[in-house]
């Protein structure tokens, strides 16, 4: 069984809405850091959101629009994303560093746990 499951995505045109969710199985990944990372297409993977407790931060790329969430009744972490654009057409992930201590990382290698991802699209 994954451990995260991503579903959500799909095509959307510019300005519209999607709202991705992770299925978590194990609850005690709830405790450490949980963020959201993108792979657009040829380039790298990076950070859209990161949540730690209550505590939630952002890359400037997509701050004011995405918003990361839990729901700890149904072991869920989300992400909400609103005013979607082109550049944010990518494979999104979510992931999980449960035994993390210090601060939260932006850097997708400090994540051991990984959803199988799902595509969003954003037409102009």
């Known amino acids: 069984q994954a451990q995260l499951q991503e579903s959500g995505g799909g095509s959307v045109q510019t300005g519209g809405s999607l709202r991705l969710s992770c299925l978590v199985a194990d609850q005690t990944y709830s405790r450490g850091c949980m963020a959201w990372f993108r792979q657009p297409p040829g380039k790298g993977r990076e950070w859209v959101g990161i949540?730690?407790?209550?505590?939630?931060s952002y890359p400037q790329s997509v701050r004011g629009r995405f918003t990361i969430s839990k729901d700890n009744a149904k072991n869920t972490l989300l992400l909400q994303m609103n005013s979607l654009k082109p550049d944010d057409t990518a494979v999104y992930y979510c992931?999980?560093?449960?035994?993390?201590?210090?601060?939260?990382?932006?850097?997708?290698?400090?994540?051991?746990?990984w959803g199988q991802g799902t595509q969003v699209t954003v037409s102009s």
């Open positions: 992931a999980a560093d449960p035994s993390r201590t210090l601060a939260c990382s932006w850097h997708h290698v400090e994540y051991a746990y």
């Open positions: 949540i730690r407790g209550d505590s939630a």
